[in-house]
């Protein structure tokens, strides 16, 4: 037996889900190299801080292209409850991150 998708008033809003992954994704790829450029942070993550010394461009590529995987993989699972909380996990994480750089660069713009 198929479990159905998560669906609420008869929308698919995974769909929606997965493409603020991918939004998130990018405003995280630029805010991190912003600030990285910038010298106010570091890259945490060693695979994308190896993509990072590659240059800009290549670190956005390679961030957009393994975060896409990801996503298409959850997205063709999404009849599975699990896949499905996995779109949402993973968007809610993206939008905290998104939200940690955000008030970040606010805090220190301020206080320059």
Request: charged share 10%; aromatic share 12%.
């Amino acid at each position: 037996m198929r479990s159905r998708p998560l669906q609420f008033g008869g929308q698919a809003p995974l769909f929606w889900v997965a493409a603020g992954i991918l939004v998130f994704n990018l405003l995280d790829a630029i805010l991190t190299l912003t600030v990285v450029q910038a010298g106010a942070a570091a890259e945490a993550n060693p695979l994308m801080d190896v993509s990072l010394s590659w240059g800009g461009v290549w670190f956005i590529l390679v961030k957009l292209s393994i975060v896409s995987l990801g996503v298409q993989l959850l997205w063709r699972l999404r009849r599975i409850r699990l896949a499905a909380f996995g779109l949402v996990g993973v968007c809610v994480f993206y939008m905290g991150v998104v939200a940690y750089q955000l008030a970040a660069i606010g805090v220190s713009t301020w206080a320059a």
